[in-house]
Structure formats: structure tokens, C-alpha cells
């Protein structure tokens, strides 16, 4: 027997395209105009899985998923939406959507995810259920709709409201606190502490006590007894950043924590008991630091529960202008301008420099950019030297036409003489100075260029 697939939308072609493509994949497919005749046909029909969009009159997807979820229906719903955004992607997984796609729709991704849908019902696995309200996010929030985000989104949606431990790599500049931030915020602990600390930014020898905390008298100094960051994330969660510069001897410790829920204070003998939820982040490869023996293989497995990976900033350039928009709009409200935005060179400029720095170097330049701006549009010269000067060299390299790298190199020869010549009126000897070399050498060059006979 065919499976029954229904598709809940309130756009009669977006319905019929769908239910045209279904149709020819062997699926049957049932349609409802809109969330509570969706609701009325999951009940009477229990289909295999349901398409549902997130916005439509009345009951949107995103409600219609909780009501289904609040009866205990453990039918794969996919979502989805033309304006997806970090929170309604956190909520819908958090929900127990089985995925959620973005429209455009791509046909095989949209009928892969169908089918991986339809196998799940047929072996009764039922989705995460969580009818609770996300509470608020925190101010900073993670800006993004490329795929790689949206994979991350799915991620923190699926394991907030577990105590499972996190381990959230890629490179500084990232985002990776906001990551363990909305892990935290989106789950039952989210009323509970959120207790950061850079391991690498404190001495190996202070660590420890900010981690376990200290009795009186543990060392010098130690006037008063004091609770560690453990003590202070109690029925909390503790983001343990740049996990991979901790010692050795530490990472034995925290192993201890993670296994047993337990440690004691430097210089106590005390046994305290926590109960913590863990997120780890770093932008160092760790199965390499492994093989150097700079980090305990068994504690890489008791962080590596789930893997989180943020891609660097150039492997999700589409998200520029969001972020953009948004970090313009924050900055002008701060420093009282009225700025709408950067002209359209400049933000040619963002989309092809490489951002080294990731998400917190272009923070860094919008930041910048307004502060130093008149408005009311930031242009190329509000943009930092390093920016124009890679943009410019980019554009040399891409116009370079030379086959070979002999050629390349006449080329860019001929282009530096021609420049200095050009800026000296045909001055050879002047030009020759400019470029410090002697004029003999200057006319050979030349001549060998084609720039003179």
C-alpha cells in the first residue's frame, strides 16, 4: 500500500506542486488549507508523515505542531517556511519537528527527508516531545539562514532539553559562546546559572581553583574560603571554552566531574556534589592533539557526546548581509545615528574578503564603520585598510590572463612599470627611482615587456 503523505499549506499551487511531485514518487497524498484542517486530517488519517508550513492564518505550523504533540501523536512532521529564522528553527526541533526545510524547496532534499519520515513511522520511533514555551533568547543572537546554520539551529533545537554533553567546535571569531548560550536558554535549566570561563585565558595554576574553587588557607592569599565556577552553575550549565588549552592534569580532574558528578575544593576534603550540564567549545583540532598527547583521549569522548560543528564565516557568505543589517541597526541605535546600511561596493567588498576573524572581525568593522560614519550609508573608505587592499589584489589576481606562471609574472611586471611610468609623466629615470632599480635595467625590462620596441 502507498504511504499517505499530507501536505498542509495555505497556497493552493504551493499544495498542488507538491502534491504533483509526491504523486509521481509513488506517494499518496492527502492536502488541508491551513493548520486546524491539518490538525482535523493528522487525527482522522494518521498519515505516514506531514509537509506543513510555518506560516498560515489562524493556527500556524509552528502551534500546530505543539497541539499534535500535546495529544501524543507521534507523526513525522516537516516544516516548512520561507523566513526561517535561529529561534523558529530551535523551537520547531525543540518541538519535536522531524525537520525543517527552507523555500525554496530542493526536490531532492525534499524527498529524501520524506522518505527518511516514512521509514522512521514504520519502526514507531517517536520524535521529542516538548510542549514547553522558549523562554526569550539572550541580547546577542546567532544571525543566519545558509544551511550550515540551519544545521546548527536543528542541532541546539534536538539536544537543549537534554543533559547531554556538548562539544561545540570551529575557529575564533565563530560564535561558539552564542552556541552554548542557546543550548542553555532553550532547556530546563534555562532559569538556572550560565557559568562561563576561558580556560585559556587564566594560568594553568589559578585554573583549578576558579573550576573547583578554594578552603582557607589552601595557599597564600587564600584568606576566606571561596566556591568554584562548578559550585556557581549549580542546576545550571558551565561552558568550558577553549577546552583544548587545559593541562593535562586539569583534564583528569574535569574527567572525575563528568564521571562522577563530584570533586573537592583545593585544599578541602569535602566531597561536593554537582549537578551541571557541560558545554565545551574549542578552535583546536583535538584528534590531533590527541595523537600528540596533549589531550586525554577519554575525556575527547565524554565532551564529544554531541558535536557541533560552526562553520568560519567565508563557508557561509549569504549570511553576510543579515548579519550586516543587523549589526548596523545595533550599532546605530548605540551611538545615536541614523545609518541604513553600506552602499553596494562596500558590501561587495564584505562578501569577497575571507574574514580570518570570522563573524567577530566583521562585528568589529560594522562597529567601526558607524562609529567613524556621517551617514546615512557607509561607503568603501568607512571600510579598514585591510579590507580595500585585499579587494584590490583579489581583483589583480582574478584579472590576471596569462597560461602559464611565467606569464603571470610578465603581466603583473608590466602593469607595476606601466603605473610607475604613467605617475612620472614617461620619466624613465623618475620611474626608475620610484621603483628602485637603475635606469639601464629599467629599459631592458622594458624592451623585454613589449613596452618599447
Given at each position: 500500500m502507498e504511504?499517505?503523505?499530507?501536505?498542509?499549506?495555505?497556497?493552493?499551487?504551493?499544495r498542488?506542486?507538491?502534491?504533483?511531485?509526491?504523486?509521481?514518487?509513488?506517494?499518496?497524498?492527502?492536502?488541508?488549507?491551513?493548520?486546524r484542517e491539518?490538525?482535523?486530517?493528522?487525527?482522522m488519517?494518521?498519515?505516514?508523515?506531514v509537509?506543513?508550513?510555518?506560516?498560515?492564518p489562524?493556527?500556524?505550523?509552528?502551534?500546530?505542531?505543539?497541539?499534535?504533540?500535546?495529544k501524543?501523536?507521534?507523526?513525522?512532521?516537516?516544516?516548512?517556511?520561507a523566513y526561517?529564522?535561529?529561534?523558529?528553527?530551535?523551537?520547531?526541533m525543540?518541538?519535536?519537528?522531524?525537520?525543517?526545510?527552507?523555500?525554496?524547496?530542493?526536490?531532492?532534499?525534499?524527498l529524501?527527508?520524506?522518505?527518511?519520515?516514512?521509514?522512521?513511522?514504520?519502526?514507531?520511533r517517536?520524535?521529542?516531545?516538548?510542549?514547553?514555551?522558549?523562554?526569550?533568547?539572550?541580547?546577542?543572537?546567532?544571525i543566519?539562514?545558509?544551511?550550515?546554520?540551519?544545521?546548527?539551529?536543528?542541532?541546539?533545537g534536538?539536544?537543549?532539553?537534554?543533559?547531554a554533553?556538548v562539544?561545540?567546535?570551529?575557529e575564533?571569531?565563530?560564535?561558539?559562546?552564542?552556541?552554548?548560550?542557546?543550548?542553555h536558554?532553550?532547556?530546563?535549566?534555562?532559569?538556572?546559572p550560565?557559568?562561563?570561563?576561558?580556560?585559556?585565558?587564566?594560568?594553568?595554576?589559578?585554573?583549578?581553583?576558579?573550576?573547583?574553587?578554594?578552603?582557607?588557607?589552601?595557599?597564600?592569599?587564600?584568606?576566606?574560603?571561596?566556591?568554584?565556577?562548578?559550585?556557581?552553575?549549580?542546576?545550571?550549565?558551565?561552558?568550558?571554552?577553549?577546552?583544548?588549552?587545559m593541562?593535562?592534569?586539569?583534564?583528569?580532574?574535569?574527567?572525575?566531574v563528568?564521571?562522577e558528578?563530584?570533586?573537592?575544593?583545593?585544599?578541602?576534603?569535602?566531597?561536593?556534589?554537582?549537578?551541571?550540564?557541560?558545554?565545551?567549545?574549542?578552535?583546536?583540532?583535538?584528534?590531533?592533539?590527541?595523537a600528540?598527547?596533549?589531550?586525554?583521549?577519554d575525556?575527547?569522548?565524554?565532551l564529544?557526546v554531541?558535536?557541533?560543528?560552526?562553520?568560519?564565516?567565508?563557508?557561509?557568505?549569504e549570511?553576510i548581509?543579515?548579519?550586516?543589517?543587523?549589526?548596523?541597526?545595533?550599532?546605530?541605535?548605540?551611538?545615536?545615528?541614523?545609518?541604513?546600511g553600506?552602499?553596494?561596493?562596500?558590501?561587495?567588498?564584505?562578501?569577497?574578503?575571507?574574514?580570518p576573524?570570522?563573524?567577530?572581525?566583521?562585528?568589529?568593522?560594522?562597529?567601526?564603520?558607524?562609529?567613524?560614519?556621517n551617514?546615512?550609508?557607509?561607503?568603501?573608505?568607512?571600510l579598514?585598510?585591510?579590507?580595500?587592499?585585499s579587494?584590490?589584489?583579489?581583483?589583480w589576481?582574478?584579472?590576471?590572463?596569462?597560461?602559464?606562471?611565467?606569464?603571470?609574472?610578465a603581466?603583473?611586471?608590466?602593469?607595476?612599470?606601466?603605473?610607475?611610468?604613467e605617475?612620472?609623466?614617461?620619466?624613465?629615470?623618475?620611474a626608475?627611482?620610484?621603483?628602485?632599480?637603475?635606469r639601464?635595467?629599467?629599459?631592458l625590462?622594458?624592451?623585454?615587456?613589449?613596452?618599447?620596441d
Open positions: 504511504d499517505l503523505i499530507l501536505v498542509v499549506d495555505d497556497e493552493e499551487s504551493v498542488q506542486t507538491l502534491k504533483d511531485i509526491l504523486t509521481d514518487h509513488g506517494y499518496r497524498v492527502e492536502t488541508a488549507r491551513d493548520g491539518g490538525l482535523e486530517k493528522i487525527t488519517l494518521d498519515p505516514a508523515a509537509i506543513m508550513d510555518i506560516r498560515m489562524e493556527i500556524d505550523g509552528i502551534k500546530a505542531l505543539e497541539l499534535v504533540r500535546v501524543g501523536q507521534d507523526t513525522p512532521i516537516i516544516l516548512i517556511t526561517g529564522s535561529t529561534q523558529s528553527t530551535i523551537e520547531a525543540k518541538m519535536g519537528a522531524f525537520d525543517y526545510l527552507l523555500k525554496p524547496l530542493q526536490i531532492n532534499d525534499l529524501e527527508t520524506v522518505k527518511k519520515a516514512v521509514e522512521i513511522k514504520k519502526l514507531m517517536k520524535a521529542p516531545a516538548d510542549p514547553g514555551k522558549v523562554t526569550d533568547e539572550p541580547s546577542e543572537i546567532m543566519g539562514l545558509s544551511p550550515a546554520m540551519q544545521k546548527v539551529y536543528k542541532i541546539i534536538r539536544v537543549a532539553n537534554s543533559n554533553t562539544l561545540i567546535r570551529g575564533s571569531g565563530t560564535g561558539k559562546e552564542l552556541v552554548a548560550r542557546a543550548i536558554f532553550n532547556s530546563v535549566r534555562r532559569d538556572k550560565f557559568v562561563k570561563i576561558n580556560c585559556a585565558s587564566i594560568p594553568d595554576s589559578l585554573l583549578e581553583s576558579e573550576l573547583f574553587g578554594y578552603e582557607k588557607g589552601a595557599f597564600t592569599g587564600a584568606v576566606t574560603s571561596k566556591p568554584g565556577k562548578f559550585e556557581l552553575a549549580q542546576h545550571g550549565t558551565i561552558f568550558l571554552d577553549e577546552i583544548g588549552e593541562s593535562l592534569n586539569l583534564q583528569a580532574k574535569l574527567l572525575r563528568i564521571q558528578r563530584e570533586f573537592e575544593r583545593l585544599g578541602g576534603t569535602e566531597t561536593i556534589k554537582v549537578d551541571v550540564r557541560i558545554i565545551a567549545a574549542t578552535n583546536k583540532d583535538l584528534e590531533k592533539c590527541i600528540e598527547g596533549t589531550f586525554r583521549e575525556l575527547f569522548y565524554r564529544n554531541v558535536d557541533i560543528y560552526l562553520p568560519p564565516l567565508r563557508e557561509r557568505r549570511d548581509p543579515l548579519l550586516v543589517e543587523h549589526m548596523i541597526k545595533q550599532y546605530s541605535s548605540e551611538y545615536k545615528k541614523q545609518i541604513s553600506f552602499t553596494e561596493q562596500a558590501m561587495k567588498l564584505l562578501l569577497e574578503y575571507e574574514w576573524g570570522n563573524v567577530r572581525e566583521l562585528k568589529n568593522v560594522c562597529e567601526r564603520a558607524v562609529l567613524m560614519s551617514g546615512p550609508l557607509l561607503t568603501v573608505e568607512d579598514p585598510h585591510s579590507i580595500r587592499k579587494s584590490r589584489r583579489l581583483h589576481l582574478k584579472g590576471l590572463s596569462g597560461d602559464s606562471f611565467k606569464e603571470m609574472v603581466e603583473v611586471e608590466r602593469e607595476i612599470i606601466l603605473q610607475a611610468l605617475e612620472h609623466n614617461w620619466n624613465r629615470s623618475a626608475a627611482q620610484a621603483l628602485k632599480m637603475n639601464s635595467s629599467l629599459y625590462k622594458m624592451k623585454e615587456l613589449g613596452i618599447i
